[in-house]
RNA sequence: GCCCGAGUGGUGUAGCCCGGCCCAUCAUCCAAGACUGUCACUCUUGUGACUCGGGUUCAAAUCCCGACUCGGGCGCCA
C-alpha cells in the first residue's frame, strides 16, 4: 500500500505526495477527468488530462466510485483553475477499499438527509467536513478545559459509575442488575467529588459519562451524556466557585476560536464576542424581566422551557450578552446540600444563549445541618449514612459546579439538536449504533 | 409520562385538504453514451418508491381504524 506522505491541506507546489482518502466527487469531461479526494483535514483535486497522464490512469479514473478509498501517488502542481490554487497530476493510483454504490446517505451534503437516517448510518455521516468539524472542536473544548483547570491546581479523579444508590434524586436513574443485587449507572459525580473535599485533595474535577433515565423527547436531552466537574475546598462564597467557571468558559470559547478557525467557519459559527466575566442576573430580576416582557411566571418556582429561553433572549437584547449567571436562587428549588442565606439559595445556574448549561454552588458542610436538610426534603438519613460520615471528622466548607459538555457544544456552535455534537447519541427511543 | 405531527425509489422531496386526470413529481445517486478545466460540470437515454394490517368505495398514495417507526413541544432535567 502506498504510504501517505500528508494531508490534503499541506500539499506543496512541484512537490510529489501521496494522498490517501475517500472519493469524494468525480467530474468526467471525456479529454479531462477530475476526482475530489477528502481525507480528515480536506478535499484535493485529482486531474487527470488525458496527455498528461497514463493509459492506464486515465481509464482507472472511470473505474473509481463515490466513497471508495484510494491512495493517489502525483505531482502537486499550482493551477488557477483548482479549487485552493493546487491540484495532483496522478502517477499511481491504488484503491485501498471500495463502496458499494447506493449510499445510506450522501457525504458530499448535496441531498440533506433525516437526523435519523444519519444517526443511522453516523459512519458515513461522521465523513462529511462539517461534521467531522464538530468532533474536532469538541476534543479541543475538553483538552481547553484540562489545560484551565490544571493550571488552577484542580487535581483530575475518576468515580465510580455504578452505585448502590442514587445521589441526588433529581433525575431519573437507570437500574441495573448487579450480580444478585441491584445497582444504579451514576447521574452526577456529586456525592463522591464532595467526598473528595473530605481528603484534603482540596481542588478535583472528572470529565465522564453519565446516565438519565428521563423520560424525555427533546432536541436537548440524552440518556448518556458527559460533563465536566468540579469540587473545591476552602471557599468563602459562591463567587470563588462561578470565578472557576466563568474562566473555564472563556478559556474554552477562547481556545476553540483560535484554534479552530477553519472548522468555525466551515460550520458558520463566529462565537466572539468572549467575555471576561459574565453577568449576574438574580432570580428576583429575572422574574421581573419576564414578567414585564408579559409572561406568567410566578416567584418561588423554577423557570420553565419557555421562560428559559425567553430570559436568554431579554438578556441579549438588554446587554448584548449570550453567557449569564443565574444567582440567588429561592433554596426550596434546589437540592438538600445546597448551602443557604436564609431562603436563598448559595446556587447558581450558567445559562448560555437561553439554555441551562450548568449549575452549582456552595454546599453544606456542617454535618448537623445537613442531616436537618436530608430531613426536610423527605429523604432518609440512614441512605446518606456513608456520605454524611465524611462530614463528621473534618470537612472543609466547599462547592462546585458541573458544566454539561454536550449542551455546552450545542449552544456554541448553534447546533439544533444536541445529537449532532454526540459521536454516537443514545436518547429515550435511540440504542444504536 | 402527556400532547401535536410525519412515514412516497438508496437519499431528500411533490402529490394527500377536495379519492379517478398517478402504471406517482423533481433533485441527487446509480447504469449506458457524448464532451479537454470541471468546481452541485453539462447534455441524451435508462433502472428504481406509496411503512404494515384492516375498513369505506365502482375506484385509495389520498378518507377511516389499529400497529410499528420516527420528529417535535411540554413536564422533568444538564
Same mark, same amino acid.
Do not use: Q
Given at each position: 500500500m502506498l504510504k501517505r506522505t500528508c494531508y490534503s491541506d499541506n500539499m506543496k507546489d512541484g512537490k510529489e505526495v501521496v494522498l490517501t482518502g475517500w472519493v469524494h466527487e468525480r467530474r468526467d469531461l471525456g479529454g479531462i477527468k477530475f476526482i475530489l479526494l477528502r481525507d480528515r483535514e480536506g478535499i484535493a483535486q485529482i486531474t487527470a488530462p488525458k496527455k498528461k497522464v497514463s493509459e492506464e490512469i486515465f481509464k482507472s479514473m472511470d473505474s473509481l466510485g463515490r466513497e471508495w478509498i484510494i491512495a493517489v501517488k502525483g505531482d502537486v502542481k499550482s493551477s488557477p483553475q483548482a479549487p485552493g490554487g493546487l491540484e495532483v497530476i496522478p502517477t499511481e493510483i491504488e484503491v485501498i477499499s471500495m463502496a458499494e454504490p447506493s449510499l445510506p446517505l450522501d457525504p458530499s451534503e448535496k441531498v440533506d438527509a433525516d437526523i435519523d437516517t444519519r444517526l443511522d448510518n453516523r459512519f458515513l455521516d461522521i465523513r462529511k467536513p462539517r461534521v467531522t468539524a464538530i468532533f474536532k472542536i469538541r476534543s479541543d473544548v475538553l483538552t481547553a478545559a484540562r489545560e484551565y483547570l490544571l493550571s488552577q491546581a484542580f487535581v483530575e479523579i475518576q468515580t465510580p459509575k455504578i452505585s448502590a444508590s442514587g445521589t441526588e434524586g433529581g433525575t431519573e436513574l437507570f437500574p441495573i442488575s448487579y450480580f444478585e443485587r441491584e445497582a444504579f449507572l451514576a447521574q452526577s459525580p456529586q456525592l463522591y467529588k464532595q467526598i473528595m473535599m473530605? /481528603? %484534603?485533595?482540596?481542588r478535583v474535577f472528572e470529565i465522564a459519562h453519565y446516565f438519565r433515565a428521563e423520560e424525555s423527547n427533546t432536541? #436537548?436531552? =440524552?440518556?448518556e451524556s458527559d460533563a465536566i466537574d468540579i469540587e473545591m475546598a476552602f &471557599? !468563602?462564597? !459562591?463567587e470563588e466557585i462561578m470565578y472557576i467557571l466563568e474562566n473555564l468558559v472563556s478559556h474554552i470559547l477562547k481556545y476553540v476560536s483560535e484554534n479552530r478557525k477553519k472548522e468555525l467557519d466551515l460550520l458558520g459559527v463566529d462565537i466572539s464576542p468572549l467575555p471576561k466575566s459574565f453577568r449576574r442576573v438574580t432570580y428576583d430580576q429575572a422574574i421581573s424581566f419576564l414578567q414585564e416582557a408579559g409572561f406568567n411566571v410566578r416567584h418561588g418556582e423554577d423557570l420553565g422551557t419557555e421562560s428559559e429561553k425567553a430570559l436568554g433572549n431579554i438578556v441579549k437584547e438588554k446587554y448584548g450578552d449570550d453567557l449569564y449567571f443565574l444567582t440567588?436562587? *429561592? =433554596?426550596? /428549588?434546589? *437540592? +438538600?446540600y445546597t448551602n443557604f442565606d436564609g431562603n436563598v439559595a448559595r446556587a447558581f445556574d450558567l445559562d448560555y444563549k437561553g439554555v441551562e448549561i450548568s449549575s452549582g454552588g456552595q454546599r453544606i458542610h456542617n454535618v448537623d445541618i445537613l442531616k436537618t436538610k436530608i430531613k426536610e426534603k423527605g429523604l432518609s438519613v440512614s441512605s446518606f449514612e456513608a456520605y454524611l460520615k /465524611? +462530614? #463528621? +471528622?473534618g470537612m472543609p466548607p466547599h462547592g462546585g459546579f458541573g458544566l454539561g459538555i454536550d449542551r455546552l457544544i450545542m449552544q456554541m456552535l448553534n447546533l !439544533?439538536? &444536541?445529537? !449532532? %455534537?454526540?459521536l454516537f447519541p443514545h436518547d429515550r427511543r435511540r440504542l444504536e449504533p
Open positions: 473530605a /481528603t %484534603g485533595m482540596d432536541r #436537548r436531552h =440524552l440518556s &471557599i !468563602e462564597n !459562591e440567588k436562587y *429561592p =433554596l426550596s /428549588t434546589k *437540592p +438538600f /465524611t +462530614f #463528621r +471528622f !439544533e439538536n &444536541i445529537r !449532532e %455534537g454526540v
